[in-house]
Structure formats: structure tokens, C-alpha cells
């Protein structure tokens, strides 16, 4: 990075940012603190109203921001893509924003660039069906958690969970603190601390009805943290299966929202999977018959067992 890319990047840093030691600068352009001073001294030169106190750092002054760099047709593809994705995945309310930001930045491409990313964008496609956008009543759910969230508010909902058995389902009413929204294998997430349960706990948007808004105000739990693991992810039970080569694309293609990796073996397919509980994947397994085969936890290969002699005496 020569000298010019360099005290742009520091204005675009800054300009993210806000305040930023020189020492901060110069980790992040792999450069001396003495480079990073010769450096802010040229911008001020050049008419960018840098600010610097000794001991906190540098920021630009209010008021100020730079114009819009210019971008490459890979860099404006993936903002165009984005905002595809939030079209199709978001409300109504940040479809309009990202349909208006993509005219802005489509207004800015010089023809050459925009003709570029064009062809690039038509090469990569998010299909408009049910498996790629969010179905209208879960964006009216989505909506409605995102007020909430953003005015701490409480919720009310029924929700539905599947769980093994003859009645394949339980309908219970939580009132819950939402605390943020979270998109994890194909399908949008609410992390919330349940009054039910008196713990953080999760529920899938596809399975909450009646959501009610209240006028109730909550405050987010001390320590909580949405980036932390234990928070947005407590499925912690590891199944591993091996799966036999003649329908390892089948249950590649069955677009488990479990399964988190599958890999070759030498006796065939190895799919691993987290879950809350093993009964969560015992009609899913059972499916597959001989062709799949748990490998553990042994919890799951005795529930399969069990429910296998309860199938060979019904039949």
C-alpha cells in the first residue's frame, strides 16, 4: 500500500470509527507510529480537518465525511447481492432501504463498472421461492421483534415445538424479554429470556403465533452478549452418523437445519450434527432406514433401537 491508498484508508478508519490512536493506525496498516504522525500531519496540509489529543487519539471533526470512493465491479456486485439478500430475508421496511441503496450505488458506477457488475450479478442468483425468501407472516414477525427490540418492550406469543411422540407437538404461551434476532441455518432465530423458563432461551420465527407487542419495558439481562456462543447456540449434544454412498446426496440435499458438516469417509458419508436433544433427530434418521446409521451419542442409538421394536410390533 503506497503512501496515498494508505491516508485514504486512515480518512475511511476514521470516518467508521470515530477515535483512533496512532498506535491503533499503525497496527492496522502495518506501519511505524512515526509514519502514522507524518501522516495526519499531510492531511491536515491537504485540507482534512483532523483532530488529535495526546493520550486519546485522533478523530475527524464533526461534520465532516468523505465522498464516496469509487468501487470495483466485485466490491459493488457483493453491496448489490447484500441488499438482495435483505430484500428477500428482511421487513418491508428495510426492503425499501435496500432497494434505495442499491439505486445510490448503482448511480455512482461509472458505465464500464456498472456493466461489469452487471454481468457478475446476473452470474449469482437468490431464488424468490420458500426456500430462499422469508414467508410474509414470519416478516411481520421479524417486524414486529424489531420494534421491540429496539424499544426494549416485551412480547407475547404462542409457539409451537415439535417433540417426539404420538402427538408430534406442544403449543404453550411464553411472554418473553427480546433481546435480538439471529439467522442460523436458513431460518430467523429470536433470542429472548423466558419468562416460562426464567433463562435466555430460543424460538424459531415459523413456530410463534399471535405475537403481541407490549407496553411493558425489560431490561437486557447483565452479561448478555449476542456475539457470545452460550447465548445464540445451545444446541451442545454432537450425533455423528455415517451415511451409505448409494443416498449421500439425498441427505446432503435434505437441507438439515442440524447437520453441520459432511465429510467422505472410507465407509461412506460422515454427517455430524448439534442438537438441544437427541429425540430431535430420531424421525429424521428413521426416514433414511438401513442407509443411515447412528454412530453416537449411544443415548440416540438406544432411542433408535426402542422405537424400532415398538415399529416391528406394530407390524
Known amino acids: 500500500m503506497n503512501k496515498t491508498e494508505r491516508m485514504l484508508a486512515i480518512v475511511i478508519e476514521l470516518q467508521r470509527k470515530g477515535v483512533l ?13 512515526r509514519t502514522i504522525y507524518r501522516d495526519m500531519q499531510a492531511l491536515s496540509e491537504m485540507g482534512v480537518p483532523v483532530a488529535g489529543e495526546p493520550g486519546v487519539g485522533y478523530a475527524l471533526m464533526e461534520g465532516y465525511f468523505l465522498p464516496p470512493v469509487s468501487f470495483t465491479a466485485e466490491e459493488a456486485m457483493a453491496l448489490l447481492v447484500g441488499a438482495d439478500f435483505v430484500e428477500l430475508r428482511l421487513d418491508a421496511e428495510y426492503g425499501a432501504s435496500a432497494r434505495s441503496s442499491q439505486e445510490k450505488i448503482e448511480a455512482i458506477l461509472p458505465e464500464s463498472v456498472r456493466k461489469e457488475t452487471d454481468r457478475l450479478r446476473s452470474a449469482i442468483r437468490l431464488l424468490n421461492d420458500r426456500t430462499a425468501r422469508t414467508r410474509g407472516e414470519e416478516k411481520e414477525t421479524f417486524e414486529q ?3 421491540a427490540i429496539v424499544k426494549k418492550r416485551k412480547v407475547r406469543f404462542r409457539y409451537s415445538k415439535n417433540l417426539p411422540g404420538p402427538d408430534g407437538s406442544r403449543h404453550s404461551e411464553r411472554t418473553a424479554d427480546p433481546y435480538g434476532l439471529v439467522f442460523s441455518q436458513g431460518a430467523w432465530v429470536l433470542v429472548a429470556f423466558c419468562g416460562l423458563r426464567g433463562d435466555v432461551r430460543h424460538f424459531r420465527l415459523s413456530r410463534m403465533k399471535e405475537l403481541v407487542v407490549l407496553e411493558e419495558s425489560f431490561e437486557v439481562l447483565s452479561g448478555f452478549n449476542l456475539h457470545n456462543r452460550r447465548y ?3 444446541r451442545n449434544v454432537i450425533v455423528r452418523m455415517l451415511v451409505d454412498p448409494a443416498v449421500a446426496d439425498l441427505v446432503q440435499g435434505s437441507d438439515n437445519f442440524y447437520m453441520e458438516s459432511f465429510e467422505p469417509g472410507e465407509e461412506g458419508w460422515l454427517a455430524t450434527f448439534r442438537v438441544r436433544q437427541v429425540e430431535e433427530l430420531i424421525q429424521w434418521t428413521l426416514g433414511w432406514g438401513a442407509a443411515v446409521r447412528v454412530l453416537e451419542p449411544e443415548s440416540l ?8 421394536e415398538n415399529m416391528r410390533k406394530r407390524y
Not at 490512536?21 to 507510529?33: H, I, K, Q
Not at 442409538?301 to 424400532?308: F, K, P, Q, T, V
Open 21 to 33: 490512536r496512532a498506535e491503533d493506525l499503525a497496527g492496522r496498516f502495518e506501519t511505524s507510529v
Open 145 to 147: 421483534l424489531r420494534r
Open 232 to 234: 445464540i447456540d445451545e
Open 301 to 308: 442409538r438406544d432411542r433408535m433401537r426402542a422405537e424400532i
